[in-house]
């Protein structure tokens, strides 16, 4: 990144051209070869276009009706003003959503939508990539097999995965790799290309490998090479490599690949509207880690099966394991000053606030955002220029806080 | 190929394995990276799941409903004795089903599902390529260009392409594009990789490119480089690079890429029930000669709106021109013994026999066939070892035709 960024209007997609023109000349090619679906600005465009640029499986909704999501639209929230964290001066509602680079965002409050915005090549039929919103989905069936007694949280990981017995997960257990307490010697620095998620994503695919690339050509060749560093169960580290393996887990408790898991235990089940798009590495492996690409109105509508506490698909006590969060001290040992007293519990962020709520997250800005008190869900699409959320918790959080605030005066 | 090619059933993609197991062990993995996916036997498993391996673009089926498709099965057709071209001995419909490496088949007869069977891994819901099959497609949106005053197919192409004017389709017209009466320096041998289709295949991305590959680098960039070689408007000859340049006009007159007209024009109005796959080049143009992946039974309710003179969505005019055909002396000059007598029009396949049937047709064994005078339309999805169709017809001509006589029959 360069001093100067594009800012939330300038980095419009539609405004720069991307993609248009049949075809589109040289200047304004998305260029998988170069990497471009990743690099802000152009990932306005490819964040909601990403089977354009890489191979994908299809989450299927199933034959069954939709859940109805009913509209009660309310003309009272882009007034809303908050006060970013730090010292910045108050912030209008919209203009948030300018300064994070949103490209959807949608609001149920007492689960009927009272407020939509569309960015961009961004609408309700697009699919946007929700990276790390991902692992919060996986978790959840996880939680839902060790409510079915097919998972035992304190068996070792070997159980399911021998082939990781001399990796650093050989003696971690599943809840540790649920709740990311284990120790590893893989760094999650997006901006590093030598850290573990660059070596990652690599074997993954998700960008052109350099040349005479001779590393892992799949994730499941990968994650066996991913080392121990410290003791397991002693802090939380956040690291992508535990969700590869906790899809791997389940993936073979289910006796399918994770993206028929997702259509059979969520997306069937939970009347979710349309089919989403998973990316896909060489060797056929969803990845768990941040490869679902769903409609925005189904990322809702999972929030909202979560708010009530399950919706009758999802276990009540495996959502209820969810809420209550994990080790709050094992959270504080990582690096969160804009997350304070949080934690984090089977994939998801856990605040821990008065409002007890809590957050699927994924890079960019991406967002599944569930207030119980509120009785309010915010899912959102963005394709903020910087990875770490700390960008754009700034903005975001106090916005949540404020509608939820809003919306519970009436 | 070897000498010993697997038959029906041996290469069933269940039975071989591929990509079982998480991971599928290296041995039975499909790599895009090594063109797996376009080869015999794993394109049993691929041509069902080719999004697995490339990226694509989505051809949405819209919100409304879809057409019904009545079901009215009938047990006596496995038994229909036919005896393929030459002098073969008599064989049973459902020996040729294995015969022909059938994939799936459906049947409709007065508008119902009279038979449907179901090989290896393809299913009701899956999204099968089907090659040149996407042709009949294009050619019946440019019809309904042409119905609405929209598209002269007497202009030249230039007036739609000018990149194309120094091009051999330089002095085309449109209506010799549709008809592949154009006279062009391409070859399509498929089982040459320096013929046309070869140069043409490694601009579009379709298998990897050799190594230091410095060709164009999407199919746009490939067609201006076809050269003219003869006279256009003399002879049919049948060469996919014809298709490109009508999908490109035809975006350009909707001013949207092909994927979107295709859903626009026709996945919407026609009810078809569930969205398609499109493979896409580099530069995010829909494959529009072979990159369709439909369900089979949207491409046989594609198949019964040509038969019941476009269903009130295709103009009758429109489907009455490719019907009609086109000049049988033309494709006479072509090399198809199988098919004598018959016409190409509109890019579709006309064979003016007594019950005026028509097809559409895609290598490996992809077939729409629309018999008006037995009411039956037949739409096979297929993974034969050898790409040109001479090598099922064999089996499939006769068998389609001895099916009609039975169901005219009662």
């Excluded at 999972?302 to 698909?313: Q, S, W």
């Amino acid at each position: 990144m360069t001093d100067r960024v594009l800012d939330g209007v300038t980095s419009d997609p539609v405004a720069m051209g991307w993609m248009q023109g049949m075809p589109p000349p040289l200047e304004r090619r998305i260029v998988a070869a170069h990497a471009d679906h990743m690099r802000f600005p152009t990932n306005r465009y490819a964040y909601s276009n990403m089977r354009e640029f890489l191979p994908t499986l299809n989450v299927a909704r199933g034959q069954g009706a939709a859940r109805a999501l009913p509209v009660a639209l309310r003309d009272d929230i882009d007034a809303i003003v908050f006060t970013p964290l730090g010292d910045g001066a108050p912030v209008r509602w919209d203009d948030g959503l300018i300064g994070n680079y949103t490209d959807g965002i949608v609001v149920l409050h007492r689960g009927a939508v009272v407020y939509d915005r569309w960015f961009g090549v961004t609408g309700p039929q697009s699919r946007h990539i929700v990276f790390s919103v991902t692992k919060s989905f996986v978790g959840t069936v996880a939680e839902m097999l060790i409510e079915q007694g097919l998972l035992d949280p304190s068996a070792p990981v070997v159980d399911f995965v021998p082939e990781l017995a001399r990796s650093g997960f050989g003696d971690a257990t599943v809840r540790q790799v649920m709740d990311m307490t284990t120790a590893l010697d893989f760094s999650e620095d997006y901006t590093d290309p030598t850290s573990g998620i660059g070596a990652f994503s690599a074997a993954l695919g998700l960008t052109p490998r350099p040349p005479g690339y001779a590393g892992p050509q799949d994730l499941y060749a990968y994650l066996p090479t991913v080392a121990k560093a410290g003791t397991h169960g002693e802090r939380f580290t956040y690291r992508t490599c535990n969700t590869e393996v906790l899809g791997w887990i389940v993936a073979r408790i289910e006796g399918q690949r994770l993206h028929r898991v997702l259509s059979d235990r969520l997306w069937g089940p939970l009347g979710l509207a349309d089919d989403a798009d998973m990316l896909v590495d060489s060797a056929g492996t969803p990845f768990a880690g941040g490869g679902l690409n769903p409609t925005l109105h189904d990322l809702a509508r999972f929030g909202e099966a979560l708010r009530l506490d399950g919706a009758g698909v999802i276990p009540p006590a495996a959502v209820a394991r969810i809420r209550a969060g994990g080790d709050r001290a094992h959270f504080a040992q990582a690096d969160y000053p804009q997350l304070p007293g949080w934690s984090y519990r089977s994939q998801w962020w856990i605040s821990h606030d008065a409002h007890e709520t809590f957050s699927a997250r994924g890079i960019h800005g991406q967002t599944l955002h569930v207030d119980p008190a509120a009785e309010m869900v915010v899912a959102r699409f963005a394709s903020h220029p910087i990875a770490a959320n700390g960008a754009n918790d700034v903005l975001s959080l106090p916005a949540w806080a404020a509608l939820a605030e809003h919306l519970q005066r009436g």
